[in-house]
């Protein structure tokens, strides 16, 4: 049994359901398939914009995030470099053989939404990841299965990040864990 996760670094609800998914999962005896995508082209897409580009929204969002950071007991800042370009850490995650794929998501995720550095510096890039793999966001087979797992998200129906599938069942938002935890129980049997 296997819960997907298509995630974005640059998107801090994907930061906090991602310090939750691997406990989830292991407490029903399911495993996460991390699955890196690049947000702004689902947004592009599918014709949305983040909501931190609504002005109201923005201000409830950032309180929204601390309240569950705080729920999480996870650490948690918005970074300075939010609402900026994830290209390249994409392309990281994108390009890293699979087993390395959670601990790299949760070197960056850690780098952007609590220490606050600029994922888009190719120096913070390397001190965060090591210099072989920030290597793999110039590779073209990374690029290649950048665009196709973001394609095969949208073309599932994601609309935005984090988004979870469990077999065929879609489910959007951090907030939707519990209905995510459910779908695996049943799943199980």
């Known amino acids: 049994m296997q ?6 670094v640059a ?10 998914v691997e406990a989830i999962a292991g407490d029903v005896g ?16 599918v014709g949305s914009t983040t909501p931190a580009s609504v002005p109201a929204r923005r201000s409830y969002l950032f309180t929204d995030l601390q309240r569950w950071a705080d729920y999480y007991g996870v650490p948690f800042a918005i970074s300075p470099f939010f609402l900026t370009s994830s290209l390249r850490p994409m392309r990281v995650l994108a ?3 699979e087993a390395q794929v959670p601990e790299l998501t949760h070197r ?22 090591g210099a072989e793999a920030a290597a793999w966001a110039e590779d073209d087979a990374a690029k290649a299965a950048l665009r196709a797992t973001t ?9 935005g990040a984090p988004t979870f ?4 069942a879609m489910y959007f938002g951090n907030d939707r864990l519990p209905f995510v935890e459910q779908a695996l129980r049943r799943a199980r049997g």
């Open 108 to 129: 960056l995720f850690h780098a952007l939404w609590v220490d606050g550095l600029d994922l888009r510096e190719p120096a913070v890039l390397v001190d965060v990841v």
């Open 3 to 8: 819960l997907e996760l298509f995630y974005d």
């Open 151 to 159: 394609d095969e998200a949208i073309a599932r129906g994601a609309f």
């Open 165 to 168: 599938f469990v077999g065929e």
């Open 11 to 20: 998107s801090p609800y994907s930061y906090l359901a991602s310090t939750q």
């Open 95 to 97: 390009g890293a053989p």
């Open 30 to 45: 399911a495993s996460v398939r991390w699955r890196p995508f690049l947000l702004g082209a689902v947004f592009q897409a």
